[in-house]
């Protein structure tokens, strides 16, 4: 375990050695396999209910970096990324990082509560039983995820489960937290 304390801190210190170099985050972008966009667009806005009934809505989080996973509890890929995105979550959220975990389940939050509370997941989990969220973000497999920037704009986009919790990630999003986009300026 400190062998991998001492791999995130050389991580991080690259990220802010760097100082943002545009190919370095490319790299990193690579290194998750993270799709970017040519043109970093506007993500587009939701309210949807988190598990209390509280409507969340993404204008909420502006000047945030935000990870939309798109998950069912159903999906095997989504269970196994749970954990790293609890670690993830626990490790960032204090620095202007959000994760907004959309289930995809189209029945009863209760299976949903369940899995959160079986995964000691704390981040928000938001319902979309009416697909409307998935359809507007084009969400064609699970789990799928965002990278939205402080600015509002689509950084990236991941399809299938990754490791959260490695190197690259915690490298990746204190990139994001410390330049606010991808490795392409916004326009």
């Given at each position: 375990m400190p062998a991998l304390k001492w791999i995130r801190g050389c991580f991080a210190a690259l990220v802010v050695?760097?100082?943002g170099n545009a190919a370095f985050a490319a790299d990193l972008f690579a290194a998750l396999d993270v799709t970017t966009p040519r043109v970093r667009m506007e993500a587009p806005a939701?309210?949807?209910?988190?598990?209390?009934?509280h409507e969340i809505r993404l204008s909420d989080f502006k000047g945030k970096v935000v990870l939309l996973n798109f998950w069912a509890t159903w999906c095997g890929p989504c269970r196994e990324e749970m954990p790293d995105m609890q670690a993830l979550w626990?490790?960032?959220r204090d620095k202007g990082f959000v994760i907004l975990a959309v289930a995809a389940d189209r029945g009863e939050k209760k299976p949903?509560?369940?899995?959160a509370r079986e995964l000691a997941l704390t981040f928000p989990i938001l319902l979309d039983p009416g697909g409307d969220v998935r359809n507007r973000y084009e969400v064609a497999a699970l789990p799928m995820s965002y990278l939205i920037g402080r600015d509002g704009r689509i950084s990236g986009r991941v399809v299938g489960g990754k490791a959260w919790a490695s190197p690259e990630a915690f490298a990746l999003i204190d990139h994001l937290l410390h330049q606010g986009g991808g490795p392409n300026p916004p326009e």
């Open positions: 050695l760097s100082g939701f309210v949807l209910p988190d598990l209390d009934g626990e490790k960032t949903v509560m369940a899995f």
